[in-house]
């Protein structure tokens, strides 16, 4: 038996919480790194995964790119957008866990660094765009995971305060400004962040490795 849900609205990443999309995503911002000879830390997905295109290509060019932040972009879109559209799929249960919490009267919402080019034509081929009240890029509201005012200004939107919402993010941190937003914050275990999962763990409420997870927590 299913328990009761302690929480009824939710704010949900996409690339690595929802969808299998981490291995594009670094592969694509690596690739126009390598590609010009950029050199680059060890911990640069961890740094750019909550900046969005946009913000990640200001990231680049603080670092030595030579492009625009447009030029940068749409070579990022040149290089992601057939796969989110053609083959990247949903992590084990997102889809199941995602119907049985709309089933039971939640409300679900999308915030991610993707831009919509790609994240809705993905949740479109998966057949679960019309879950989400609200399916939002940080384009959206013209600032990135990394401030705090995101997680506010979309509560605002959702209707609630920050408090009554659950955050859900693998990346550490999009968990650690959401958990300052005041938000409650679930972390979400993708191997593309294993290595900072005790980090994650260490600010958030909750830590999932599997979404059915979700459905049980207290």
Same mark, same amino acid.
């Given at each position: 038996m299913v328990k009761k849900m302690k929480y009824t609205t939710y704010l949900f990443d996409f690339d690595g919480t929802l969808v299998d999309s981490m291995p594009t995503f670094v592969s694509?911002?690596?690739?126009?790194? /390598?590609? =010009? +000879?950029i050199s680059y830390s060890d911990d640069i997905v961890k740094t750019i995964t909550p900046l969005g295109y946009k913000g990640t290509a200001e990231y680049f060019i603080k670092l030595g790119l030579d492009k625009s932040r447009e030029e940068i972009v749409y070579i990022m879109n040149s290089y992601a957008l057939e796969e989110y559209k053609y083959h990247i799929e949903a992590k084990q249960n997102v889809i199941s866990v995602l119907k049985k919490l709309?089933? =039971?009267? +939640? /409300? @679900? =919402?999308? @915030?991610? +660094?993707s831009p919509h080019s790609m994240l809705d034509s993905c949740l479109k081929r998966l057949g679960i765009y019309d879950i989400f009240t609200n399916v939002w890029s940080c384009d959206d509201f013209n600032t990135t995971k990394a401030d705090l005012n995101i997680y506010k200004l979309a509560a605002e939107k959702i209707g609630k305060s920050v408090e009554d919402i659950l955050f859900l993010d693998d990346n550490y941190n999009a968990d650690k400004t959401a958990k300052q937003a005041g938000m409650s914050v679930c972390g979400v275990y993708d191997s593309s962040s294993e290595e900072y999962a005790c980090d994650i763990k260490n600010i958030a409420d909750y830590y999932i490795y599997n979404f059915s997870e979700l459905l049980e927590l207290e």
């Open positions: 694509v911002m690596l690739r126009i790194l /390598d590609e =010009n +000879a709309k089933e =039971n009267g +939640a /409300d @679900l =919402n999308i @915030l991610t +660094a």
